[in-house]
């Protein structure tokens, strides 16, 4: 049912500016003027100034849902709903007339009728209960309505959270949260039942769903009826009470509400709220898996894990997926390092610090003079912090003399920063997510965006969904993105350079390249036009087996695109022309002008949490902290003074070259920091035999990984939650994370561990925080110039490069590329085949990459036990045909052999993956996809190819059970629908506007926010 609207607020609404133009007004509201601003959300408008309204089911964050009619005032003499009514400016409200008032009891009573308040006894009663709150703030005394509980059990079928029907008040938040935020499209409610509530794809048990655990629902909703497993029986301190106890005292308090009322009941459970304050640490963190960089409150007691709460990060504001909102168990893991060990024969003792950092420190000193500092590598690591990161570098440097310092963005991002070196000059994203969101249109290159930067993932989900984004994908497998996207196309591995500069090439062809913007931007035009010359549509129809009319079409839409961004990953970097596809990735936007606005520019998605910064913190053989060149005279003598040491100047190894240089017999100890390269680089056992022929390996890690097995001194390092420091996100945004636990046993975080080790090896640091560090870095990196730690405090953030005062940059390129003209650069590319192609022999493409639930090669979400039931094996995807081919069903074995190596495991048949294409998800401890990838690299970088395995496959004669459980979110059949769809609950016989005579008058309808 539509709500009339009156011919006069509907003239008025014809004037609105359009939504999200800033326009201040004054509105009067109960008599005081108020600031606002044309056409925000009233009840925005009124929160701010000071008064209260009560409004349970909206939200910020999700706009107007309309179901819970609490938030009724009076606008110009008319009631309306606050939340969804848009501001004009000199428009009349009154919050408080006995229209209003009788309207906003009248809907609270209704949620009443759907929950009971035991907040004393409840795991929710946090002083942040918006049900709870809303009792308060309308001083409910008595209940009209009685409580009606719902003929339907309590679901604890998900490893994370639970919902409980009888607390549910049908508000919708979770359903608008899921539907349009995360965009799982998961959550809805049948609001013609007799009895709604929240279903999950329709009506499935939560672990049957499709659900994906991001946590928004829970994150959202307004009372106990989703909660985090991890809350409940440990917030409070009358929760843990067994069931028979809880609801007699439940019974006792209902019985005794009709005689005192709810305030004294109220009263109670808010003393007890405060006394939770007590014993419950509240510590804002940034994520520790991928490079979205969400940063939340975690709520521990002691080292126990109540919950993740987003709400302010910048990155995420409320979004999380699944590990930064669940994925934190392994803090706790039994199998913690908590021990320096030392290695005795083949097996390893434990050490006191002190014996385990003095061998080091020797031991290092030793082959130094030895064998020369360039007989050392070190590698830092892209999970550890900023201030980690370059005290490696600086360790490595100015204490082992030696530029052999790299961290793991070679084993992904280095081709993309190098397309952006070549073309634009920084190696970084050219603007935010929200840009992403605001684009026009998004084309997304080799990218499993949804499972490897979930949140990010659902800004382009959402923008497409709702705001008419258009969607371009090209990938090998069928991913979500691609399944959503406008077009969606499958070029043959390895192959993506050709159509991009075929698409460039078109843009010049047909009129299409932005001429005004190349002639005062950019440099090189010319050149680069006589380059594409054998890049005609035809020719990457050919090479890239993608048919001529969807190149062209994808051409002339991203030509038509009002703006357009290009997200890439690991799809296009691990390939032995990764730096090249990168390039062609940004010479496409700049003959496009797709540079230098909001909504645009180029977005290499960095994988680790820190993977960005370890890189812009120096820990790369040929850079010093903010991508300035050892061989730049200036910063070196600038370093040197710095740091009082004679710094090296010849070229350091790379990852990739310390191997090969351990297996020439030049590279004799290393160090390593937070990284499994065992597992991470690729051709295990290639790097495996490297490392077993080091006359001295330390390795610093949180567990006893596979790389450990060959060390000779594992330190027990500390992660994220028991540290300080800050990470930087792929947005180039620097965020500041607390220490929410003590580090456990003697592990240490990694910033003491480098300075204790730099110090018994000679050195004089005194850092006592990392904020010295930060500080150290900020006055030596002029990228980092106006960083400091105040800046950053709490939930503040900035994006690189920053002015001394304080200025960043959340667009990159406002006033200039970063080269001397200020101009950018067209980069000429030559195409080169793939360096491994599939054979008779060797005849089916191997791809690999991450999964939504575990991150990388697992150390972590393997730790994680929710995650484990859901997603416990590994496992090898086959297409339909292939399956028909090799006579293989789901849960078959195979043998899967490269020229690498062979691999064990389990086949799942799935059309995400077609012909002869397999997909390997990179993460299996123990049996890692990296023991059959080979040792090819892309050619500018080193970053190993990956992506360009091929394998043959034997099918064995053993068939156990689906690799991917049930619980698995991927057996899911989601139900998509445009939000909570209340005009359905308004259509319902039994439903009436509270306000009586005076009911509702819809002045707009709620329009949800982009
Ligand atoms: S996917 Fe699952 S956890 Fe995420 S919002 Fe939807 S129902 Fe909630
Ligand atoms: S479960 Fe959903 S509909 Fe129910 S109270 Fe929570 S957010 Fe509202
Ligand atoms: S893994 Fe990535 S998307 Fe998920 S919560 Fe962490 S930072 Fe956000
Ligand atoms: S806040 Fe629920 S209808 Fe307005």
Redesign the pocket.
């Known amino acids: 049912m539509d709500h009339p609207i009156e011919a006069p607020h509907a003239t008025r609404l014809a004037t609105l500016p359009s939504a999200g133009t800033q326009n201040s007004c004054k509105i009067d509201v109960n008599g005081f003027q108020v600031d606002a601003v044309d056409s925000e959300y009233l009840i925005e408008a009124i929160n701010r100034s000071g008064i209260n309204v009560p409004h349970v089911c909206y939200h910020t964050r999700l706009g107007p849902i309309q179901t819970c009619d609490t938030c009724m005032v009076e606008v110009d003499g008319k009631l309306v709903r606050a939340c969804a009514t848009k501001v004009v400016g000199g428009m009349t409200v009154v919050t408080e007339t006995s229209a209003a008032n009788a309207a906003q009891r009248e809907a609270y009573d209704r949620i009443l009728a759907n929950h009971v308040l035991y907040c004393t006894v409840c795991d929710n009663n946090n002083g942040n209960c918006t049900v709870h709150n809303t009792a308060a703030m309308l001083k409910v005394d008595h209940q009209t309505y009685p409580y009606r509980p719902k003929p339907y059990e309590t679901d604890n079928s998900n490893p994370f959270y639970r919902y409980d029907p009888n607390q549910c008040i049908l508000c919708g938040r979770c359903v608008e949260a899921c539907q349009n935020v995360q965009v799982n499209e998961t959550l809805s409610i049948r609001w013609e039942d007799d009895h709604p509530r929240v279903l999950w794809d329709g009506g499935e048990t939560i672990g049957g769903s499709s659900c994906v655990s991001c946590g928004h629902c829970i994150t959202v909703c307004p009372c106990n009826a989703l909660m985090e497993k991890s809350m409940l029986g440990r917030a409070g301190y009358f929760t843990k009470l067994p069931s028979d106890t809880l609801w007699g005292m439940i019974d006792i308090v209902k019985a005794v509400e009709p005689e005192i009322g709810y305030g004294p009941i109220l009263q109670l459970s808010e003393t007890e709220a405060a006394m939770r304050e007590a014993r419950v640490k509240k510590t804002k963190t940034v ?8 940063s939340f409150d975690i709520w521990t007691k002691d080292r126990h894990i109540l919950k993740v709460e987003p709400g302010e990060g910048a ?2 504001n409320i ?7 669940f994925g934190w168990d392994y803090v706790n893991s039994h199998d913690r390092l908590t021990k320096p060990m030392i290695r005795e024969g083949e097996s390893f003792r434990e050490a006191s610090w002190d014996e385990a950092l003095d061998l080091v420190a020797w031991r290092l000193n030793e082959i130094k003079a030895q064998h020369g500092p360039d007989a050392i590598g070190y590698i830092s690591s892209s999970k550890c912090t900023n201030e980690e990161s370059y005290l490696m570098q600086k360790l490595a440097r100015a204490v082992g003399g030696t530029n052999n310092i790299d961290n793991c963005s070679r084993y992904c991002q280095s081709p993309a920063t190098q397309g952006l070196f070549r073309t634009v000059g920084y190696g970084g994203d050219s603007g935010s997510i929200s840009d992403i969101a605001q684009a026009k249109l998004v084309m997304i290159v080799g990218s499993n965006t949804a499972e490897a ?4 993932a659902t800004r382009v989900k959402r923008a497409h969904k709702l705001n008419g984004q258009r969607l371009i994908v090209a990938d090998l497998r069928e991913h979500e993105m691609a399944r959503r996207a406008d077009i969606f196309f499958r070029p043959k591995p390895g192959t993506d350079m050709v159509w991009l500069s075929a698409l460039s090439r078109y843009m010049f062809d047909n009129g299409l390249a932005r001429t005004e913007f190349l002639t005062q931007w950019v440099n090189d035009v010319d050149k680069y036009r006589d380059s594409l010359a054998p890049f005609t549509m035809e020719f990457a129809s050919r090479v890239c087996g993608v048919p001529m009319e969807t190149l062209t079409r994808v051409a002339q839409e991203f030509a038509a695109a009002e703006s357009a961004c290009i997200l890439w990953a690991m799809g296009v970097t691990q390939h032995c022309g990764g730096s090249d596809t990168s390039t062609a990735i940004s010479n496409l936007l700049l003959v496009t002008g797709n540079y230098m606005r909001p909504g645009t520019g180029a977005y290499p998605l960095r994988g680790h ?1 820190n993977v960005q910064g370890a890189s812009d913190f120096g820990s790369m053989p040929a850079y010093f902290p903010g991508y300035e060149k050892i061989a730049d005279e200036e910063a070196f003598a600038r370093y040197e003074q710095g740091w009082g040491v004679k710094l090296p100047r010849n070229k350091g190894l790379d990852n990739h070259e310390m191997v090969e240089a351990i297996h020439a017999g030049k590279l004799k100890a290393m160090y390593v920091i937070g990284e499994d390269m065992y597992s991470a680089d690729s051709n295990a056992n290639y790097v495996g035999d490297a490392f077993s022929k080091l006359d001295f390996f330390v390795v610093e890690d949180c567990f006893f990984t596979l790389t450990c097995r060959y060390a000779d001194v594992v330190l027990p390092a500390s992660p994220s939650l028991e540290k300080e420091g800050s990470f930087t ?1 792929t947005e180039r945004r620097i965020q500041r994370l607390y220490q929410a636990m003590e580090p456990l046993g003697e592990s240490r975080p990694d910033w003491q561990i480098i300075q204790d080790v730099a110090n018994r090896m000679g050195a004089k640091w005194v850092y006592t925080h990392p904020a010295d560090i930060m500080h150290e870095s900020a006055s030596l990196a002029p990228m980092f110039a106006g960083v400091t730690y105040d800046r950053l405090a709490g939930y503040k953030t900035l994006q690189w490069p920053v002015a001394v005062d304080g200025t960043d940059q959340p667009l990159l390129y406002t006033e200039k590329f970063n080269f001397p003209d200020g101009k950018a650069k067209l980069y000429p590319l030559e195409w080169i085949e793939p360096c491994e192609t599939v054979d008779s022999e060797f005849d089916v493409h191997l791809n690999n990459g991450r999964m939504l639930e575990h ?1 990388h090669e697992g150390n972590m979400t393997y730790r994680v036990p929710g995650i484990h039931a859901e997603t416990p094996h590994g496992f090898v995807e086959v297409s339909p045909a292939l399956a028909d081919d090799l006579h293989l069903v789901t849960g078959q074995w195979v043998d899967v052999t490269s020229r690498n190596g062979e691999l064990r495991t389990q086949v799942v048949v799935t059309d995400r993956v077609h012909e002869k294409q397999a997909y390997m998800p990179l993460n299996r401890p123990q049996h890692p996809v990296n023991l059959i990838t080979g040792n090819k690299t892309d050619r500018a970088t080193h970053t190993p190819a990956y992506k360009e395995t091929t394998v043959k496959m034997k099918t064995l004669p053993w068939k156990g059970p689906d690799p991917l459980p049930p619980l698995n979110f991927r057996h899911g059949h989601p139900t998509p629908q445009r939000g909570v769809e209340v005009e359905r609950k308004w259509g319902r016989s039994d439903y009436r506007i509270p306000g009586g005579d005076n009911g509702l008058v819809q002045i707009q309808t709620g329009q949800r926010k982009g």
């Open positions: 994520c520790t898996y991928c490079g979205v960089g969400c990155a995420n979004s999380t997926c699944v590990k930064g909102k930067h979930p949140v990010l949490n996100n991150f």
